[in-house]
């Protein structure tokens, strides 16, 4: 499976940085505000050059797989969610959403875990 390398702070590309592969969703303005989408970026790069977020930035989410979290955007009126998980390589965004409720939804879980499984079957 070819890989896109995607910087979404520059146009430019290291050696060591880890690719970010979406495989559903998107963060743009409208729905996230210009200063959420910001943040997504600056923390999803962090993500590529090997950083750990920590709290709050970040949350483990092994209800859904090994390496997967949450990275949390706290927008003017939502609170966004992007569903990640970090391999060797790659960041796999797994879902972007709107959060309301204290609990992830189930249907998100189940459909992390279903793009896991197809991700992982094409990639072997």
Same mark, same amino acid.
């Given at each position: 499976?070819?890989?896109?390398?995607?910087?979404?702070?520059?146009?430019?590309?290291?050696?060591?940085? #880890?690719?970010?592969?979406?495989?559903?969703?998107?963060?743009?303005?409208?729905?996230?505000? =210009?200063?959420?989408?910001?943040? =997504?970026?600056?923390?999803? #790069?962090?993500?590529?050059?090997?950083?750990?977020?920590?709290?709050?930035?970040?949350?483990?989410?092994?209800?859904?797989?090994? #390496?997967?979290?949450?990275?949390?955007?706290?927008?003017?009126?939502?609170?966004?969610?992007?569903?990640? #998980?970090?391999?060797?390589?790659?960041?796999?965004?797994?879902?972007?959403?709107?959060?309301?409720?204290?609990?992830?939804?189930? =249907?998100?879980?189940?459909?992390?875990?279903?793009?896991?499984?197809?991700?992982?079957?094409?990639?072997?």
């Amino acid at each position: 499976m070819p890989y896109v390398h995607v910087d979404i702070m520059s146009n430019m590309t290291y050696a060591s940085d #880890r690719h970010l592969l979406w495989l559903h969703g998107e963060i743009k303005t409208p729905p996230f505000s =210009a200063k959420a989408r910001f943040e =997504a970026g600056v923390l999803l #790069r962090r993500l590529q050059i090997g950083d750990s977020l920590g709290m709050p930035h970040q949350r483990p989410m092994p209800t859904i797989g090994r #390496r997967c979290s949450e990275i949390r955007i706290v927008d003017k009126r939502e609170s966004w969610r992007i569903i990640v #998980r970090i391999d060797p390589d790659a960041i796999l965004i797994l879902e972007v959403f709107s959060k309301k409720t204290r609990a992830t939804p189930k =249907a998100v879980i189940v459909t992390c875990k279903q793009r896991i499984k197809r991700y992982d079957e094409t990639s072997e």
